[in-house]
C-alpha cells in the first residue's frame, strides 16, 4: 500500500471511520496518484476516495459528516449520472479529499465481469470490503490502459463539432461579446484536445497513454503540435482572439487530416473550406445581404 503524508492519512482515516458507521456503504477504495504506481502523488496532490454504496442519493444533499473530518475551508458537492454523487472539500493546509459514491451495482458489475472498470483501470488500494467483492475482483493492471481509435462516425462528429464551434467563435467576436466568445472558445479546444488525442495514437499505437483532460500532455502529445498550441490561446481581447482562433484551425486541420489518413477516416475538406470561408467573411465584415 502507498504510503500517505501525514495529513492525508489522518484525513483517510476520518473518512474511512465514518463509512464503517454507515451500513449502507459496503466498500471503499483509493485511486488516482496516490493509488498508482507510474505517475504517483506529488506535494499537492488529492486524496481520491471511492465508495461503494446501496443508496448514493443519500449522499448528494447529506454533507455535514465532512466537516468531521479536520479543519475544513469549504465543501463542493457534485452530481453524477443517475444516483451517484460526489463530494469534495479542502481542508486546512489546502490539502483536498474527493468522495464519489457509486451504486454498488457498479461494483457488483465488475465482480461479473471479472476486471475494474475505467475508474479503477489506473490503480486502486482496498480499505473497506465488507461483502468481499473487492476481493473478487482482479487486480488493476500496472501499466496504462491502451486506448482507442475513433470509427468513421465519431471522427466525423468530432470534426463537425469543431467546425460549428469555429462558426459560433466568429460570430461573437463580430458581436463584440467577448465573454461569450471566452465561453465557445472552450467548446472549440474540448475538440482539439480530442483530435490531439487521437493523433497522439494513430502516431505512437494505443498503448500510448494520453490520460485525461491533457494531463502530462507534453510527454504524449506530438512535439509540434505541443508547441503551436501556444498560439491557440487568446488574451481577453478581440484582436488576439481573432489570432488564435486562425491558429486552433490551422493546427486542428493538420492534426485531423493526419488522423484521418492514419485510421482510415475521411477528412471533410469541403466543410472545412466553407466555415473557413465564412469566418473570414465575418472577419471582413462582409455581411451584405444577410439583414
Not at 470534426?159 to 460549428?164: I, Q, S
Request: glycine residues 8%; negative net charge; contains cysteine.
Amino acid at each position: 500500500m502507498i504510503p500517505l503524508p501525514p495529513v492525508m492519512q489522518s484525513l483517510q482515516d476520518a473518512a474511512l471511520a465514518w463509512a464503517a458507521q454507515q451500513p449502507d456503504i459496503r466498500a471503499v477504495v483509493r485511486i488516482g496518484s496516490f493509488a498508482r504506481s507510474y505517475r504517483p502523488a506529488d506535494a499537492l496532490s488529492d486524496l481520491d476516495l471511492i465508495l461503494f454504496t446501496r443508496t448514493p442519493a443519500r449522499y448528494r444533499a447529506w454533507s455535514d459528516w465532512i466537516g468531521g473530518f479536520g479543519p475544513m475551508w469549504l465543501n463542493v458537492p457534485a452530481s453524477h449520472e443517475g444516483d451517484d454523487c460526489e463530494q469534495m472539500a479542502i481542508y486546512e493546509g489546502g490539502y483536498k479529499v474527493d468522495m464519489v459514491f457509486f451504486t454498488l451495482g457498479r461494483l457488483e458489475h465488475m465482480v461479473a465481469a471479472q476486471s475494474p472498470d475505467h475508474i479503477l483501470g489506473r490503480g486502486y488500494v482496498t480499505l473497506l470490503d465488507r461483502d468481499g467483492l473487492l476481493a473478487q475482483i482482479p487486480p488493476a493492471p500496472t501499466t496504462p490502459p491502451p486506448g482507442d481509435l475513433p470509427d468513421g462516425e465519431a471522427y466525423r462528429a468530432v470534426v463537425t463539432r469543431f467546425w460549428y464551434s469555429a462558426a459560433q467563435v466568429a460570430k461573437y467576436l463580430w458581436r463584440g461579446q467577448l465573454w461569450v466568445t471566452k465561453l465557445l472558445e472552450r467548446r472549440l479546444q474540448d475538440s482539439l484536445l480530442t483530435m490531439l488525442e487521437w493523433h497522439a495514437r494513430a502516431l505512437n499505437g494505443p498503448a500510448c497513454d494520453t490520460w485525461i483532460d491533457g494531463r502530462f500532455m507534453a510527454d504524449w502529445a506530438d512535439p509540434a503540435a505541443y508547441g503551436a498550441l501556444h498560439e491557440t490561446f487568446a488574451h481577453f481581447d478581440a484582436a488576439d482572439t481573432w489570432r488564435a482562433l486562425d491558429a486552433s484551425m490551422a493546427l486542428f486541420r493538420r492534426l485531423a487530416t493526419e488522423t484521418a489518413g492514419r485510421t482510415g477516416s475521411t477528412y471533410p475538406a469541403e466543410l472545412d473550406a466553407q466555415i473557413t470561408a465564412f469566418v473570414a467573411q465575418i472577419r471582413a465584415g462582409d455581411l451584405a445581404g444577410r439583414a
